[in-house]
């Protein structure tokens, strides 16, 4: 397999939202909510103090520009009220009232500036990555993309070839629907074009405006969660066939794996008010399926030298910190402890999705790792399905 990469360049969401803000919020929002006595416990259980955002909580709770009256329509209600016996002076006081009702905010509202805001970020850590290769946007074959929160088409693949200016013989390779295994899996399949031709140069982006998945209207529990992990992040990285200078990481093998029939468990879907991300209780379960998988494909893979391989650094993004406990409690116990420090460190900031496997590798990077050292990735998504990717630090 051999693909080497170069370290990634990471942006985070410039504006902070502290989660004493969102639990303010969200409390005045829905006090009488089933789980409103228990918030601040909920809140705490996270981790997580402060993440970082694209565009600030202001713009998640703003109402939209129109008012609520233009769901049925001024002449509509209207006659409604008029067939109700309502006199004039009654009707036109009635719609007054109603027009100042604002609306919430329309998909296109929402999702518009973010959107704008995942290019920005995306070009911001391409050109970051492409600096820290060595590298002009010229000596670029093939640009690998991925955004899920934030559906468009031409989408981020055809927005980064026009700011980067790119060939017009790059290969364009844009992955909307990875989510959150797209750190592994876009360097898995980097990996694979870098095989086929050594000289070929690839361009991994990812960009994640996932802040767009807070619908302030939602009352469930699993909105309020949602809430509360979620960070908008960039990260991008250079994948070559040949070692260059600046190449940290070797790469030598990829694992793929899906769990059956699991597909309702997490997924995206858009309302009249946006994006929702959806989670059912039974997801971290099949998550660790295939965890318990990926421990099964190391152990066949050294299983001539069982006793003394391990992985000196794990990183892994497998959603939640319940799946990072049961990884420490299921590996084996002849590894050395600290494995997932690097991950834990990460969620401390927020859940990044796809873009959280660059932002851990980033941490181990600037922590120091001896050449030598053998590291893990690991990332799942919804589906479910996973992908980890084993190899050496150069």
């Not at 409390?27 to 997580?48: V, Y």
């Not at 009232?97 to 509202?109: C, K, N």
């Not at 500036?113 to 074959?141: F, M």
Request: proline content about 6%; glycine content about 8%; hydrophobic content about 45%.
């Amino acid at each position: 397999m051999a693909a080497y990469l170069c370290p990634p360049a990471v942006i985070h969401g410039e504006h902070a939202v502290e989660t004493s803000r969102i639990v303010a919020e969200v409390r005045d929002r829905h006090p009488h909510a089933a789980w409103a006595p228990r918030i601040d416990g909920i809140a705490a259980s996270t981790g997580i103090e402060t993440r970082g955002w694209m565009l600030p909580l202001e713009t998640a709770v703003a109402p939209g520009d129109g008012s609520g009256l233009q769901t049925v329509g001024i002449g509509t209600a209207q006659e409604a009220l008029a067939r109700d016996g309502f006199t004039q002076q009654d009707v036109d006081r009635v719609i007054a009232a109603l027009d100042a009702i604002p609306a919430p905010q329309t998909v296109q509202e929402r999702t518009a500036p973010a959107w704008e805001a995942v290019q920005s970020y995306g070009e911001r850590a391409a050109r970051g990555a492409l600096q820290i290769a060595g590298l002009d946007a010229s000596d670029i074959d093939c640009l690998i993309t991925s955004h899920s929160t934030t559906p468009a088409l031409p989408g981020l693949d055809i927005a980064l070839a026009n700011k980067l200016a790119l060939r017009d013989d790059v290969m364009l390779l844009p992955a909307t629907q990875w989510a959150c295994v797209a750190g592994t899996r876009s360097l898995a399949l980097a990996a694979d074009l870098v095989a086929a031709d050594p000289d070929r140069v690839v361009l991994v982006v990812i960009a994640e405006a996932l802040s767009t998945t807070y619908q302030p209207a939602d009352d469930t529990l699993e909105s309020l969660i949602v809430r509360l992990l979620f960070a908008d992040t960039a990260v991008a990285a250079v994948v070559t066939g040949r070692r260059r200078r600046e190449s940290v990481l070797r790469l030598d093998a990829a694992w793929h794996h899906t769990v059956p029939d699991t597909q309702d468990l997490h997924c995206l879907e858009t309302r009249a008010d946006g994006t929702h991300f959806v989670m059912d209780r039974r997801g971290p379960r099949a998550v660790q399926e295939t965890v318990t998988a990926m421990w099964e494909w190391l152990r066949v893979r050294y299983q001539d030298d069982p006793d003394s391989w391990h992985p000196d650094v794990l990183l892994a993004h497998p959603g939640g910190t319940r799946v990072l406990e049961y990884m420490e409690q299921t590996m084996p116990d002849a590894w050395p402890s600290g494995l997932l420090d690097y991950s834990r460190d990460s969620y401390t900031s927020g859940n990044r999705g796809g873009a959280a496997v660059f932002d851990i590798l980033r941490r181990a990077h600037d922590a120091g790792q001896k050449s030598g050292s053998r590291a893990v990735l690991y990332a799942a998504a919804p589906g479910l399905t996973a992908t980890a990717l084993e190899g050496e630090w150069l």
